[in-house]
């Protein structure tokens, strides 16, 4: 029978209550200074770890200092210094397209608007509502492959689709738990239920996970 969203809530506050305790700590894994920095780690770790993208920024936020180095960067040797991220060429090209724009548009701030951050050439859903949530306290939920696997694991939503998942979290997550469950999320999926074999025999939640014993 199919859940009712009341009864969904329910269980989710009770997640909740639970990630609390286990995850107290959980929070952004990307190292950065400013909002700047969290926008283009952010881009930089699609496709990637977290872990490797901290390793390539510690250098490079020593040689692009704020927007403006960004914005002039010659795009082969930001290609260079990114090369290890992945998909760099793509990277490379939103990164320095973005700084322009923030530049020519938002006077070289990172705007705190949903719409504002998706006009950025690099940006979707996921790092904006990560930039909104992280830097500036704005709710919202944070849609990654964590975030994808665990919500439907837990049979919170049946989308695929990052945006459905976003809008289908957004219904049952209380606005002051949105940006924590997020990380929160991350670390259980790393912890207890990665993709391959998730450790129900052991997961806090598992008895509120209607996947265990299927």
């Known amino acids: 029978m199919r859940e009712k969203i009341a009864d969904k809530k329910e269980r989710i506050l009770k997640i909740i209550e639970i990630f609390g305790k286990v995850y107290s700590d959980a929070d952004c894994t990307l190292e950065y200074d400013n909002p700047i920095q969290l926008l283009i780690s952010t881009q930089l770790a699609a496709q990637c770890t977290d872990k490797r993208v901290n390793i390539v920024t510690k250098d490079l936020y020593k040689k692009y200092r704020d927007v403006y180095d960004f914005a002039n960067a010659d795009e082969l040797e930001l290609r260079e210094d990114i090369k290890s991220t992945g998909f760099f060429r793509n990277k490379a090209k939103n990164i320095i397209g973005c700084c322009k724009m923030l530049i020519s548009d938002y006077n070289g701030e990172v705007p705190r608007e949903m719409e504002d951050l998706l ?7 996921k790092t904006a509502n990560l ?8 709710p919202g939920i944070v849609v990654d492959t964590h975030a994808t696997r665990l919500s439907n694991r837990l049979g919170l939503t049946t989308n695929k689709d990052p945006k459905k998942i976003e809008m289908d ?3 049952l997550v209380p606005e002051e738990y949105q940006t924590s469950f997020c990380h929160q999320l991350v670390y259980h999926g790393r912890e207890y239920c990665p993709a391959a074999r998730p450790k129900c025999d052991i997961c806090p939640i598992s008895e509120l996970c209607p996947k265990v014993g299927v």
């Open 131 to 138: 930039v909104r949530g992280d830097y500036f306290g704005i």
């Open 169 to 171: 979290l957004l219904k």
């Open 119 to 125: 006009k950025l050439p690099g940006v979707g859903r």
